[in-house]
């Protein structure tokens, strides 16, 4: 059985930081690209960040580029989001996924597995 298991979230003031984790079990890490969402409330979700089997090439939804970093541990079979310099409108809910496709994907349809969520408050 896969599971998916996000952890970090919390509540920070604007300029904070915050670093998730995703736990991965019943499959191994590589076998996946990894990515990150989140949905704010009343919003669809919206792609975030995205990491390859054996890591590697990343890539972000511009709204992040540049404050957000995507890394993974295979041996540990976890991923992880660093946040740095977050703002207001950076609060969501936050999902991890796995991703089975060749290729990079910001399409949640193409996700295969996903964890609960975690919480991400900024305030201003």
């Known amino acids: 059985q896969v599971q998916l298991v996000e952890s970090g979230g919390g509540l920070v003031q604007a300029g904070g930081s915050l670093r998730l984790s995703c736990v991965v079990s019943?499959?191994?890490?590589?076998?996946?690209?990894m990515g990150w969402f989140r949905q704010a409330p009343g919003k669809e979700r919206e792609f975030v960040a995205a990491t390859r089997r054996i890591g590697g090439p990343t890539e972000y939804a511009d709204s992040v580029r540049g404050r957000f970093t995507i890394s993974r541990d295979n041996a540990k079979n976890t991923v992880y989001l660093q946040m740095n310099g977050l703002k207001p409108e950076d609060t969501a809910v936050y999902y991890c996924a796995t991703d089975s496709t060749f290729g990079f994907t910001r399409d949640a349809e193409e996700y295969d597995y996903w964890g609960q969520g975690t919480q991400v408050t900024v305030s201003s």
């Open positions: 019943g499959v191994p890490l590589r076998a996946y690209n």
